[in-house]
């Protein structure tokens, strides 16, 4: 017989040794993240809050959300947000989890930018914006610029929107659906391009934890044959789109530095190639100029 006065530190002791039993890691963490969703407060509301007494539909939300974690849903997907670069964003199902790896390119591109923008005018376009994190991000800490950024789709750039407006830089950001390059022409053009395309080879995918591969999308996920698709793309592409010395940002995979450095110096169009580690040390992003 259950509790009649059941508080979150009774729902959390249950819940964490469940996870745990299915292999979730992170157990005490996701769970106080769904608790305190569930209670509609941060973790110090929660701690503060420790022997309440939880309400019958809080309660009945918080075992509901539990058995989608335990069926490896994300803890991001399932409270609809995340933190990046000390930000919130909204998150569901149309758009990849930010993820700490992404803050190496953004620390650099607004570092970058504050250095280097003229005025105003600057201009900076984010390829593949979805969630908008990384947009949002450079636009909260490197202001006063122009800022665009492009989706092929529509579901993730309604929540890019949603989330430049949740951090107040909704009108500073110009949000367009486009297939690439497509939307714009050679003669609109752009002091900086950064991007978190998707790099990973289409037979990797399937190898995935079950968290990413069965909920995040593919779209985000899938570079092609050689995880290279949407990364070409850009390659091949920006010094189109670029301003003379104009640079580009793009986050690659872990194995992926040799082949991208070996695309960037064919196409002859850029200088000063370098890598920015992550801070496991891996070389994590991609930096060309244009000539």
């Given at each position: 017989?259950?509790?009649?006065?059941?508080?979150?530190?009774?729902?959390?002791?249950?819940?964490?040794?469940?996870?745990?039993?299915?292999?979730?890691?992170?157990?005490?963490?996701?769970?106080?993240?769904?608790?305190?969703?569930?209670?509609?407060?941060?973790?110090?509301?929660?701690?503060?809050?420790?022997?309440?007494?939880?309400?019958?539909?809080?309660?009945?939300?918080?075992?509901?959300?539990?058995?989608?974690?335990?069926?490896?849903?994300?803890?991001?997907?399932?409270?609809?947000?995340?933190?990046?670069?000390?930000?919130?964003?909204?998150?569901?199902?149309?758009?990849?989890?930010?993820?700490?790896?992404?803050?190496?390119?953004?620390?650099?591109?607004?570092?970058?930018?504050?250095?280097n923008k003229i005025d105003s005018k600057y201009r900076i376009l984010d390829y593949g914006t979805g969630s908008g994190n990384i947009i949002i991000s450079i636009a909260k800490y490197s202001p006063n610029l122009q800022y665009y950024?492009?989706?092929?789709?529509?579901?993730?750039?309604?929540?890019?929107?949603?989330?430049?407006?949740?951090?107040?830089?909704?009108?500073?950001?110009?949000?367009?659906?486009?297939?690439?390059?497509?939307?714009?022409?050679?003669?609109?053009?752009?002091d900086m391009i950064v991007s978190n395309p998707p790099y990973i080879p289409t037979s990797v995918i399937l190898k995935l934890p079950e968290e990413i591969k069965s909920f995040e999308p593919l779209i985000s996920l899938d570079g092609?044959?050689?995880?290279?698709?949407?990364?070409?793309?850009?390659?091949?592409?920006?010094?189109?789109?670029?301003?003379?010395?104009?640079?580009?940002?793009?986050?690659?995979?872990?194995?992926?530095?040799?082949?991208?450095?070996?695309?960037?110096?064919?196409?002859?169009?850029?200088?000063?190639?370098?890598?920015?580690?992550?801070?496991?040390?891996?070389?994590?992003?991609?930096?060309?100029?244009?000539?």
């Open positions: 017989m259950r509790k009649v006065n059941v508080t979150p530190k009774d729902l959390l002791t249950e819940s964490i040794l469940i996870l745990k039993k299915h292999k979730i890691k992170d157990a005490k963490l996701n769970a106080e993240l769904i608790m305190s969703h569930c209670m509609n407060g941060d973790r110090i509301y929660l701690y503060e809050n420790y022997n309440k007494c939880l309400t019958k539909i809080e309660q009945n939300l918080f075992r509901s959300l539990i058995r989608r974690r335990i069926k490896k849903e994300p803890v991001q997907y399932i409270i609809g947000k995340t933190e990046f670069m000390g930000i919130q964003f909204k998150v569901n199902k149309n758009v990849l989890i930010p993820r700490p790896d992404t803050e190496t390119l953004v620390e650099f591109a607004i570092k970058y930018s504050l250095e950024a492009i989706d092929i789709s529509r579901g993730a750039l309604l929540l890019a929107k949603e989330n430049a407006k949740l951090n107040g830089v909704d009108k500073d950001i110009v949000f367009v659906q486009s297939n690439g390059f497509s939307s714009f022409n050679s003669n609109f053009r752009f092609g044959e050689d995880g290279l698709k949407v990364i070409k793309d850009i390659v091949f592409n920006a010094y189109k789109h670029l301003n003379k010395n104009g640079v580009c940002l793009i986050e690659i995979g872990y194995d992926q530095s040799d082949i991208v450095e070996k695309m960037v110096r064919e196409v002859a169009k850029y200088k000063d190639i370098k890598f920015l580690k992550d801070l496991a040390g891996i070389k994590r992003v991609v930096f060309f100029k244009k000539k």
